[in-house]
């Protein structure tokens, strides 16, 4: 086995300048599994205009900056990024190379991964550098890539132990994010952007994005309404009791998919990951797709006709009962605590 | 006149795991679970059934996988599909998405002659949307994920909306291009009665080597060459049909390895009851106040 380094790589996701919040979540992870392997953290920025954007990933632990600034550059393509990612990992073999799991980092991580014939996972929920032995064999300082699979029924632990680049997509919102309390200003390495005729292949004619109104991740109450609800008449006993108590609402999959409530609103794993400070969950029996999305929460609330709901084994507190006779009771309770 | 390629994948239903599918060690019984047609690549078959309505041209369906992927072709005929590519060897088995890539862009190489290569997003057993992009990347074309919609085919050039965080973009580009679609891109059509009474009998070469074992009256090149003739016979591709690497096809050409799996343990077990009642809410919610949850 031949490692040529221990550096960790986190690919910086921007659109229109503005990055995705996932690839800081990767550069505080990345740090953390750069210093259990001794190696350094960087990230990798291309687009047009990235000073602003190189500086901010320093905040949040970068050693250094690979940075490709170039107006070719300046919206995402495969092409381009996915050409120039995968000429900079052969010519530097890092040992880790993180994306998030966003469309960006789905449409180009396998791209860099095949032509780097690097091994790939997607959509981990977690990321842990560990000694292994597989297969009769003793493997040091591994990346552990553990990602929710068979329809999140179980979670696996996916390892790439003969090959010298690990390369990973990350969830977002399931890595901590917190800026450096004193960062330092790392080195800037200017990559120069050398045209392909392939780069241009692909044109963007339009593009439309919406601010997203709704911030889950944000917020510190969020109370959670589920298919147990039955209809949309009752689900609106969920906004009632996020009105009451200032949170914002939420839904699982099977809530969403009964068009109880909009989809950017929904938790879990194909949704929002959160980790407020209060979740109450109404009406959710708690599949694992559900709790992967929130189990992390400071306070769980489970509130469901069913006590043996999988939702109260993750719960701090369970309330058994109908969420038509439990939610006007708990605000009206609540309400009065206020006067 | 369009050539498309669609990929398609059987996979375990994931979306219907129930109690005894789970084994105790954490593990899947795969038997237990029935084999379906993944969502997004049924979707996939029909933008290209789509695109061969309006312009004319052929669709081929392929898919990797054992023996018994037979029947997601089978159904891909019944849809409508040309011709069904069945990609099978027992050397492919344990394949990750690289090596799985390596298998299907070879095996396109192979048909040739494409203009869209067309799969779903991704399958419900992985999630991983890797297949396309790394099968893509090997072809060494151009490739639209996420798809929504193709606005406009003008010669060589399709124009289609995709999907990105919070919106969409619309993007052009030259043909060949690989894209993999959504699942609210298209609504499959259903199977067609006339179809399938004509395909039923479709077979795979698997499928004819078993009938003609223990039967010394059939021989398979002669029975191949019949069902061939009937237009019943589903290609099928080996490894050495195709002349690949072993050393990066299965298990040997897969960089990652499951090291574990579990299934999903509940912490739980700690939390409080709390009854529904005025005085039972009215502690629970002190509780929360005094820890400047609430309030």
Not at chain 2, 191 to 198: G, I, T
Request: glycine fraction near 10%.
């Amino acid at each position: 086995m031949s490692t040529t380094s221990s550096d960790v790589w986190v690919f910086i996701e921007q659109r229109d300048g503005k990055p995705a919040d996932v690839s800081f979540e990767l550069l505080c992870k990345g740090r953390k599994l750069a210093q259990s392997m001794g190696g350094s953290l960087k990230s990798v920025v291309m687009g047009e205009h990235l000073e602003g954007l190189v500086g901010e990933t320093f905040r949040f632990g970068a050693d250094e900056a690979m940075v490709i600034d170039h107006p070719a550059l300046r919206q995402y393509r495969t092409m381009p990024y996915g050409r120039i990612l995968s000429d900079l990992v052969r010519t530097h073999v890092p040992r880790i190379v993180l994306f998030g799991a966003t469309i960006i980092g789905r449409d180009l991580a396998p791209r860099v991964a095949s032509a780097t014939r690097s091994g790939l996972t997607a959509d981990c929920t977690d990321l842990q550098i560990s000694d292994v032995a597989y297969l009769r064999k003793d493997y040091k300082k591994l990346l552990l890539q553990i990602r929710p699979a068979f329809g999140g029924n179980i979670i696996a632990t996916i390892i790439t132990p003969d090959n010298p680049v690990q390369m990973a997509t990350v969830r977002e919102g399931v890595m901590e994010m917190h800026a450096m309390g004193n960062p330092v200003a790392g080195k800037v390495t200017t990559i120069p952007y050398v045209p392909d005729p392939a780069d241009e292949l692909i044109q963007i004619v339009e593009q439309h994005q919406e601010e997203n109104k709704v911030n889950l991740k944000a917020a510190p109450i969020i109370v959670a309404g589920g298919y147990g609800l039955g209809s949309k008449g009752n689900f609106k006993l969920v906004y009632d009791l996020a009105h009451a108590l200032g949170g914002e609402v939420a839904g699982s999959r099977a809530a969403v998919d009964a068009g109880f409530v909009p989809p950017e609103r929904q938790v879990g794993q194909t949704g929002v990951t959160v980790r407020p400070k209060l979740y109450i969950a109404v009406g959710i029996s708690g599949a694992i797709q559900h709790r992967a999305g929130m189990q992390e929460s400071n306070k769980i609330i489970a509130i469901n006709t069913d006590p043996g709901a999988p939702i109260f084994g993750i719960s701090h507190y369970g309330i058994v009962g109908d969420a038509t006779d439990v939610i006007p009771r708990f605000i009206e309770v609540f309400r009065n605590k206020l006067k | 006149m369009y050539h498309s390629i669609v990929l398609v994948k059987q996979v375990p239903d994931t979306a219907n795991i129930t109690g005894n599918v789970m084994q105790e060690d954490g593990t899947v019984n795969r038997a237990k679970l029935p084999a379906v047609f993944n969502p997004e690549d049924r979707v996939a078959l029909e933008m290209a059934l789509q695109v061969k309505d309006q312009f004319g041209g052929t669709v081929t369906a392929i898919t990797m996988g054992p023996p018994r992927a037979s029947d997601v072709l089978r159904e891909c005929l019944y849809m409508g599909a040309d011709q069904a590519v069945l990609i099978s060897d027992r050397k492919f088995a344990g394949a990750d998405t690289l090596a799985t890539s390596y298998v299907l862009a070879e095996a396109i190489k192979r048909i040739g002659g494409y203009d869209f290569i067309f799969g779903g997003r991704q399958a419900i057993d992985g999630d991983t949307a890797q297949v396309g992009p790394q099968t893509c990347e090997k072809l060494q074309i151009p490739q639209i994920t996420y798809l929504e919609e193709i606005l406009s085919i003008d010669g060589r050039t399709v124009t289609a909306r995709r999907k990105i965080e919070g919106g969409y973009e619309v993007v052009r580009s030259p043909m060949p291009v690989l894209v993999t679609v959504i699942k609210d891109a298209a609504e499959p059509r259903p199977f067609s009665a006339r179809r399938v009474m004509a395909y039923k009998g479709a077979k795979s070469l698997m499928e004819i080597e078993k009938m003609a074992e223990g039967n010394s009256l059939l021989y398979v090149d002669q029975l191949v060459h019949e069902y061939e003739s009937r237009e019943l016979f589903i290609k099928t591709l080996t490894m050495d049909d195709l002349k690949l690497e072993p050393e990066r096809c299965g298990v040997a050409g897969s960089p990652t390895k499951v090291f574990k799996v579990e299934s999903v343990v509940l912490s739980g077990g700690e939390h409080e009851m709390i009854e529904p009642t005025k005085t039972g809410l009215g502690r629970l919610i002190d509780k929360l106040m005094d820890d400047h949850i609430l309030g």
